[in-house]
Nanobody, 115 residues
Framework: QVQLVESGGGLVQPGGSLRLSCVAS????????MGWFRQAPGQQRALVAG???????IYADSVKGRFTISRDNAKNTVYLLMNSLKPEDTAVYYC?????????WGQGTQVTVSS
């Protein structure tokens, strides 16, 4: 069974930066695309960024130019570097397979952008 463990969230001021990490186990990580998703209170979970097994990346329009997704197959880890954070980036962030997520979701990591 796939296990996904997200970390790196926290409280940050507007304009600040965070780097999220997600370690995956129970799957052959290098064969799959991976994505970061987020869910704000009262909203549906949505894709923020995705990276294919070949390293191609895509981003939601709201984060283009500010967020960078990367992966380290040797560590079964996907990262999300978030710069120039805005209050509207506040959400619980999750990782999962991309473009088709597994039914299993980890606990996520809370990102709060506030002064």
């Amino acid at each position: 069974q796939v296990q996904l463990v997200e970390s790196g969230g926290g409280l940050v001021q507007p304009g600040g930066s965070l780097r999220l990490s997600c370690v995956a186990s129970g799957t052959i990580f290098s064969l799959y695309g991976m994505g970061w998703f987020r869910q704000a209170p009262g909203q549906q979970r949505a894709l923020v960024a995705g990276i294919t097994q070949y390293g191609m990346t895509i981003y939601a329009d709201s984060v283009k130019g500010r967020f960078t997704i990367s992966r380290d197959n040797a560590k079964n880890t996907v990262y999300l570097l978030m710069n120039s954070l805005k209050p509207e980036d506040t959400a619980v962030y999750y990782c999962n397979k991309y473009p088709v997520p597994e039914n299993y979701w980890g606990q996520g990591t809370q990102v709060t952008v506030s002064s």
